[in-house]
């Protein structure tokens, strides 16, 4: 599978997750409004998806084979850190879950490029729009 540019995103009409090709919709009747959509890869079908949700793969897999992408948790030796793509650094970065907007690269010693050469020692284990204690007012 050609991950480089493979996005995922929360589909608006059921909550589930779709893959593929990220794009905005051509505008509205008579409005200026768009929306992001996933175009599938396996279906070309294309899928409204929460903003919020939408995450490009990395290109990297994690001890157990799976893909990882913008929002997923580490766990392992990395355990309480996601994947987010970093303006201050223009790469994807680690970023701690108890301050979302701590660049680990930016302001620490655990780097990026120390967890793609770390071969297996951390497992992808969830991601920030899946955890519900991760929601904020979903959860109060």
């Known amino acids: 599978m050609n991950t480089r540019y493979t996005f995922r995103g929360k589909r608006l009409d059921n909550g589930e997750w779709t893959y593929g090709y990220f794009a905005m919709s051509d505008p509205l009747p008579f409005t200026r409004i768009t929306y992001p959509i996933i175009i599938d ?45 970093c303006e201050k650094c223009k790469q994807f970065q680690i970023f701690t879950l108890d301050d979302k907007d701590y660049c680990c690269s930016c302001n620490s010693d655990v780097h990026w490029n120390e967890v793609v050469e770390d071969d297996g020692n951390f497992e992808v284990i969830g991601n920030i729009h899946d955890i519900t204690e991760l929601k904020g007012d979903a959860t109060e």
């Not at 001890?63 to 994947?83: Q, S």
């Open 41 to 85: 890869k396996e279906t070309n079908i294309d899928y409204k998806v929460i903003p919020e949700t939408i995450g490009q793969c990395t290109n990297l897999k994690d001890k157990n084979g799976k893909y990882i992408f913008e929002g997923d948790m580490l766990g392992g030796v990395y355990e309480g850190l996601f994947i987010k793509y």
